[in-house]
């Protein structure tokens, strides 16, 4: 991998800033310990689609050379938070002792996040009030520093923070706020949320003019990655899908968060997105977001899909997803920091249409079938890799 | 549609014949009764890939041009098997007397089916020896006659039989022989079973010099399309696949034939062929099928895959697969046979690769992901619709 | 079988009226054209403890000496109600037509429905406003005109009618008033729906001095009568249940009629009490009711239990239920029927505790756990004998 | 809880030892760690009847007074096997750290095991060849030994090792060779697994003269658990059970040791038994033991049940069951080993049939539906505490 000319070229090998919004939260804990173990040869990258072929050969970052910072209102700082995701068998038992290092110094770089749902008009300490600007200019000063502090050759900034109720009105909710920050300190920015983010119609014109690449929303984990391959059997296959029914039990912050009807409400309405777009029509049936908290960070995903046949015959397809959120999570918002590092350095701008391989509710207009997303990746993998020879060639 | 010029050109429009070994099973009676049933306007065409778009507008052969004959080694009429299928739920009520007119001269055009298996080598009436090469002649110009009795422009065989035994020896096992018969009489060939038919070293010079196209083999109908789609999934997340274990239960005439261990052997080759090419390896894991009465045409497939996500966490998915072999098997059975037949009628030969998407052991050297197939398929449409194009041009 | 002296003993054998609430419905219909088919000797019992030992021997009404009445609002004759339910599965095609006349006889006793939700306060023609008191009136008579003009030696009432919402405030919902009319004309009540019924505190006082048996409530079908049973197992084996989740998915009028929360809500109770009282404390988890129309009168149950074993160990129980409500309410329906008219005969009077077996939230403080409330079931049974037994000796 | 007079009374307390066959198994280890860290108030007795109302008051020995030893053909120590029971999610992590010392200690009295299948008739040493005679003389002292070296009140044998072929002829099976070193060293003797054990007609009249209790066989632990309350629910109800069909997929060494079709078919034999014994007649269907080491220790069980409602109407229920075998069985070995303990300090001889609800197969001629099983349980436990309260009372 190489950098371009014209960006400042630190030596031996650049290092790039990831910056995390909700960067103590379980996905990001899972991140920055599994880039550690896996850059150490502790662990093969499992669920990481960037080691894999093409993607190896595209010129992206390696992992050893990314850093990690980021916001977060909460103040347990990552190495405990690593041991209570090992003690729930989302870590392996060890990993958090064995990654001390990199977790103490990523914890060293996160700074206090900023306006909760509703602060964003004031402080409490009875000082001038803070506008959503000036949010935004301090967020942009945290990721700015840290790029300098640490000599980086830049940053993408990543939100993973638990999902925010859908705005009420036209205000900006928070998650907006730390997007608007990202291009304000030029970085590119990726949402792994059902979070508003860039999808502001106030951030429009910024998102434009920044020059940025940009890519979200939602990531695609589980039920909805499983629907993203099984809806387009159906339609080719010609049955006809009569209902769609979920049910989704999940403990562990996000549970919680999602009992938050609203908060459902921005998931579900990405999910059944895919269902209508691969569908071509939305079938009957609900979703339903259920927090068990005896269930910690596992969730599990029944589906039920009430289908005709030939002659109008009735079948069904049932399907039970058994999985860890922040493990599956966590090595596809890796993927997505190198990717989007990679699309800045070629220059690339605006939304990313290619990765919807990656989300619920991609930007764009692409494909909703997994396989046609996997073969726009693939392309997007040769867009990178292209320049990327091009530039080896004439070095 | 057109016929080629080379072709004798019935008038008013072409009729095209079917001619199914296996004529009075489940799958043969669902295909026939559905057939006219769709064609009159009392169903829609689900299940049927050609019926919709891009093949509705590659000169296939309208469902009303097919007419249906063959073999079988029952006795039982279609009329009264329909109605066996209606009772069991397979077929809708009323649906056995509505086509019972078309159920009828079907029938009319059964003839006995030949050796059963041990039987090739002599009959029991004492008379001489009949060998597989008078086995062939007998079947073949069984077809001859279908044809011109009904003054088709051609017919394609199709194999809906019960699955047969693996031929424990260098002999050519029944379906062999009434594969060769069709390739003597002239007429393209399907394969829907996991029995040997074409595939047979023996005949591999005759399919070669046929200059006949033919496909095959063992149709992809519920787990194993599953696992299709699935299998990709999670190749192209980098999910580590641990194992996959299935169980099928079927009653049926399907589940007792494949209660024979042989010819269990010979259905989850397939099978597994589907794993281990999607997923690049083949994963630890068993496939049972049981026989199990009750259930009678209904088909319940169980299958659980454990993976490994980041970090080496477990996951599980599993799916549970409630159809009816039958009427999923029915409406691909009538595609094939209109492909095979616009195959011919283009002028191609030889073994159909593009038809993957049926079948879980195809001919030919195509993708084993369902997304790819169904890309060759929409290819394989083309190639008949341009040739049809530009036929049509220089008329 | 035979009538006490002190009650008016027709000849040749005593018929016994079973008055529906809800007579039109899918549970009335199928208990209606079911008693006749298993008295014909078309099908088995299959369903109806009542047929079995030891209830055969305890003096019960045969199945050939119900008569069937009711009241509706809707206007669907039965023989057409009969039709569609054969239509969607419920019923075996060709029974309507077997039953015809028994259908047509049921369906002439049937007598408007009266308050809907809401009407109780008064009529839509401007006429005089007709008050709870009447209400009860009018339904009483026409319970008494039904047994007299059939000659009957009595009659039991049973409520199968959808769902209604909670009453809001201490007003008597349509199921009190039902509930009260059968008291007031001298008849055994059973509630098999979630209704209010006998319920309430303004009928108290009425139950307890109308010197009849009464039965409920909410019917024990699928999901909860799993419930019941592997409540105990968890609890007896010292297995620390953690949550137990749920979504059923319905259609047919049930579908719709729960998808009120509030009518859901009258349900989930019954379900959750079976929870809390089988376990010793309610688990996490929720229980969803979705309605699904495509699934006709079909109904799946999904429920997940995650529990704790040895040292903390997490395991999980899944169990999905396919069942047709209808098809399994109907035969404890008539066992009801059967039991209270029984009942009635040997002189009980007020809650029937022992029936908890086929209830969600039976009257009374028996057991909760099927096993035991089979126990108790077979007891009552012995009540009801031993007694016929001594009336026997000394006739 | 007292000893009684004609035993020798240790001071201050008794101590009884357990006698594991397959000492280093998984269940032992697992029995034994639990036990020290129950004892320890490490963690709740979860999973343990007799740690549950009735049981606590009927005289069993306290965890803390067992003491474990046994015999077993492998060589890895008791600490390194809970080390990988931890790392496979077993056990708790941390746990065989904290009871290091106790999983030594009961190491120190692991002795090694006797003849494998076909090792009953010689040495490999050339020396004399050692007869059953002699293997049960070997064992018998081993037991002995235990017993005076600890000085303890005795001692209960409990075979836990893995499941042996069902054997060929009339040759006693190593388990069977246990079973009598068990008696001849004057101890209970508990079989928790489907192996031949007491149940050899060659050892019929050894049990009935040797004046000791002894119970099994073949523990119930998960699919037949649930069998054997499911069971019971559908003859209750009346629904007739057409199909009950089953797989189970386990790794760790249980997997390997029934992938042998022998060992499978005396496991698959207890299975079978329940549900003929609960339904009254044994319904369609197969049961499947597959072999998956990517499971470990984990084992899933999926069960269809086909089964008829009124008139026919077709429903299935399905359960998926994901537990920990190890886990599960435990703590019903140290119940077991408690309740023969006492049952040896009563008096008790033969058979112990009210330990049905343990076993797949039990001994005498109990109930097989759980419900009733637990009710006879609670009556043993009776029978205990009633003799120790009148014992108390005249001491």
Same mark, same amino acid.
């Given at each position: 991998?190489?950098?371009?000319?014209?960006?400042?070229?630190?030596?031996?090998?650049?290092?790039?800033?990831?910056?995390?919004?909700?960067?103590?939260?379980?996905? $990001?804990?899972?991140?920055?310990?599994?880039?550690?173990?896996?850059?150490?040869?502790?662990?093969?990258?499992?669920?990481?689609?960037?080691?894999?072929?093409?993607?190896?050969?595209?010129?992206?970052?390696?992992?050893?050379?990314?850093?990690?910072?980021?916001?977060?209102?909460?103040?347990?700082?990552?190495?405990?938070?690593?041991?209570?995701?090992?003690?729930?068998?989302?870590?392996?038992?060890?990993?958090?002792?064995?990654?001390? *290092?990199?977790?103490?110094? $990523?914890?060293?770089?996160?700074?206090?996040?900023?306006?909760?749902?509703?602060?964003?008009?004031?402080?409490?300490?009875?000082?001038?009030?803070?506008?959503?600007?000036?949010?935004?200019?301090?967020?942009?000063?945290?990721?700015?520093?840290?790029?300098?502090?640490?000599?980086?050759?830049?940053?993408?900034?990543?939100?993973?923070?638990?999902?925010?109720?859908?705005?009420?009105?036209?205000?900006?909710?928070?998650?907006?706020?730390?997007?608007?920050?990202?291009?304000?300190?030029?970085?590119?920015?990726?949402?792994?949320?059902?979070?508003?983010?860039?999808?502001?119609?106030?951030?429009?014109?910024? *998102?434009?003019?920044?020059?940025?690449?940009?890519?979200?929303?939602?990531?695609?984990?589980?039920?909805?990655?499983?629907?993203?391959?099984?809806?387009?059997?159906?339609?080719?296959? %010609?049955?006809?899908?009569?209902?769609?029914?979920?049910?989704?039990?999940?403990?562990?912050?996000?549970?919680?968060?999602?009992?938050?009807?609203?908060? *459902? $409400?921005?998931?579900?309405?990405?999910?059944?997105?895919?269902?209508?777009?691969?569908?071509?029509? *939305?079938?009957?049936?609900?979703?339903?977001?259920?927090?068990?908290?005896?269930?910690?960070?596992?969730?599990?995903?029944?589906?039920?899909?009430?289908?005709?046949?030939?002659?109008?015959?009735?079948?069904?397809?049932?399907?039970?997803?058994?999985?860890?959120?922040?493990?599956?999570?966590?090595?596809?918002?890796?993927?997505?920091?190198?990717?989007?590092?990679?699309?800045?350095?070629?220059?690339?701008?605006?939304?990313?249409?290619?990765?919807?391989?990656?989300?619920?509710?991609?930007?764009?207009?692409?494909?909703?079938?997994? %396989?046609?997303?996997?073969?726009?990746?693939?392309?997007?993998?040769?867009?990178?890799?292209?320049?990327?020879?091009?530039?080896?060639?004439?070095?």
């Amino acid at each position: 991998m190489s950098a371009e000319p014209s960006l400042p070229t630190p030596s031996p090998a650049p290092r790039h800033g990831v910056w995390f919004i909700g960067a103590r939260g379980s996905v $990001a804990t899972t991140a920055i310990a599994g880039c550690a173990a896996v850059a150490a040869g502790l662990h093969p990258p499992t669920g990481m689609v960037t080691e894999t072929d093409p993607f190896t050969s595209c010129g992206l970052p390696s992992l050893s050379s990314l850093v990690f910072g980021g916001h977060d209102t909460v103040d347990c700082p990552l190495p405990k938070r690593a041991e209570h995701l090992a003690a729930g068998g989302v870590l392996p038992h060890g990993l958090p002792s064995a990654v001390h *290092a990199e977790l103490v110094a $990523a914890d060293r770089e996160i700074r206090p996040g900023g306006p909760l749902p509703g602060d964003t008009d004031g402080d409490t300490d009875g000082g001038p009030v803070r506008g959503d600007d000036d949010w935004i200019d301090v967020f942009a000063a945290d990721i700015r520093d840290f790029v300098a502090r640490q000599g980086l050759a830049g940053a993408v900034v990543v939100n993973v923070a638990s999902t925010e109720p859908a705005p009420a009105d036209g205000s900006l909710p928070p998650s907006s706020l730390y997007a608007a920050a990202a291009l304000r300190a030029g970085c590119p920015y990726v949402n792994f949320t059902p979070s508003t983010g860039l999808h502001h119609p106030a951030l429009a014109a910024l *998102a434009e003019s920044s020059g940025l690449p940009y890519a979200g929303r939602d990531g695609k984990t589980g039920q909805t990655l499983l629907r993203s391959v099984l809806g387009p059997m159906f339609l080719q296959r %010609a049955l006809a899908v009569r209902a769609w029914s979920g049910t989704n039990l999940l403990g562990g912050g996000d549970g919680a968060a999602l009992a938050d009807p609203a908060a *459902a $409400a921005a998931k579900n309405a990405g999910k059944e997105r895919v269902l209508a777009d691969t569908l071509g029509a *939305a079938p009957e049936g609900e979703v339903h977001i259920d927090d068990v908290p005896a269930l910690g960070d596992w969730k599990t995903a029944w589906d039920h899909i009430a289908f005709d046949g030939f002659l109008g015959s009735r079948m069904i397809l049932q399907t039970i997803w058994q999985g860890c959120d922040s493990a599956l999570a966590a090595p596809l918002v890796l993927d997505l920091a190198r990717l989007a590092v990679r699309a800045r350095e070629k220059g690339l701008t605006g939304p990313l249409g290619e990765l919807g391989f990656y989300f619920k509710d991609p930007v764009g207009d692409g494909p909703s079938s997994l %396989a046609e997303q996997y073969t726009e990746l693939k392309r997007f993998a040769g867009r990178l890799r292209d320049d990327a020879e091009t530039h080896e060639a004439h070095r």
